[in-house]
């Protein structure tokens, strides 16, 4: 049963519950995009690192697996947040700056990933992981180079592929953000 919400966006993917399907696939992808920049910087974060604050042992691609995984969940976060109000008519809104209102939405939307990538480096590396691995008393906190610019860099490479995925994939323009959720 389709509605007039369910507009396909360019990989067929409708914008009713496009938002979670894009977020995910689109985190996961810059997951990867990251883990490559990662895998060339210092492999031992993905094979070692990783696995560790979890209590695992460095086997295989664990490490790989929890950070697509990491990226998935990450994407799903933007994607429910971008397609709220306040974010999303931010992202719709018409400026009335000659340069923003030549923008198109999906754009906005590749900025708003980007501007994603930045928060998540803030908050999870630079906040979250200390106090979770203290609490774990594991020695795997010496291990992330959370304030390098490398890590900087990948979570910034990580938001702006998600922002391009996701925008590729949920058509997002002329949408309210009711029009998103009625069935």
């Known amino acids: 049963m389709s509605t007039e919400s369910d507009t396909a966006s360019t990989f ?11 977020g ?14 990662m895998w060339l910087f210092d492999p031992d974060i993905l094979t070692a690192a990783i696995p560790a604050i979890y209590g695992f042992e460095p086997v295989g691609i664990v490490g790989w697996g929890i950070h697509i995984l990491h990226g998935a969940v990450l994407g799903i976060v933007f994607g429910f947040l971008v397609t709220r109000d306040l974010i999303l008519g931010a992202v719709t809104m018409s400026p009335d700056t000659d340069a923003l ?3 198109s939405i999906r ?15 803030a908050i999870l590396p630079l906040l979250v992981l200390p106090v979770w691995l203290e609490t774990l008393g594991t020695g795997a906190a010496g291990e992330f180079p ?12 990580f938001g ?8 590729l994939s ?3 323009s002329d949408r309210s953000p009711a029009d998103l959720f009625s069935a």
């Open 12 to 22: 067929g993917i409708s914008s009713q519950w496009g938002w979670s399907i894009g």
């Open 24 to 37: 995910a696939l689109g985190g996961a992808i810059g997951a990867v995009a990251f883990g490559l920049l």
């Open 101 to 103: 209102s030549r923008t």
């Open 107 to 121: 754009i906005r939307i590749v900025a708003a990933g980007f501007v994603f990538g930045l928060a998540i480096w």
């Open 146 to 157: 959370a304030i390098a610019v490398e890590s900087l860099f990948g979570h910034l490479l």
């Open 160 to 167: 702006t592929v998600l922002g391009i995925v996701f925008a």
């Open 170 to 172: 949920v058509d997002l």
